[in-house]
């Protein structure tokens, strides 16, 4: 499977903050680790981390998270001034963006299943995993983290989620372009992220 090419990604990317910069690794434990530890480094506002594959990815309550080769793995750091108790906002703006790129690029119904799945056709394409860093009352950062099923099988999944999972070459019936799906997705993202910081992203 052919990595993502990173200037490919950033030709033509409509964004100011989000994926300015953006670092590929061909492995990783998991792209939220990473994230976290550039974020703890000071990491500006935007930050993007994308892998190949994720030797331990995680889901919502530290559940695996199956990331084979063909995937969309990614991170973004991101340091909004808003309250803790904001936080949930975001795994929903992402989670919006990532349904609204879908339904544009692909026509494809898809749905939000709260608080962090996005499904299509009732099966799940798409997690969603914020984790956050406070300092006192404030947000000091969070990290959102993204798997999308892109261009694997449902036989790369283990066999007992093959049943509640899908991936977009399986519903499309044809392999999608990797690079440009991710460049849709963070300039969605930037989107509504720009709508958080405003207070103007209503649950």
Known sequence: ?????????????????????LHFFHELTSTNDIAKELAKKGAKDGTVIVAGTQTRGRGRLSREWI????????????RPKANPREAPKLTLMTAVAVAKTMNKLFDLEVEIKWPNDVLVKGKKVCGILTETSTKGDSLNFAVVGVGVNVNFSLHDFPANLRGSSTTLKEELKREIDREALLRSLLEETEHYYNKFTQGKFNT
């Open 67 to 78: 990331s084979p080769k063909g995937g969309l793995w990614f991170s973004i750091i991101l």
């Open 1 to 21: 499977m052919t990595p993502i090419l990173v200037q490919k990604v950033k030709n033509g990317l409509q964004t100011k903050i989000i994926g300015r910069p």
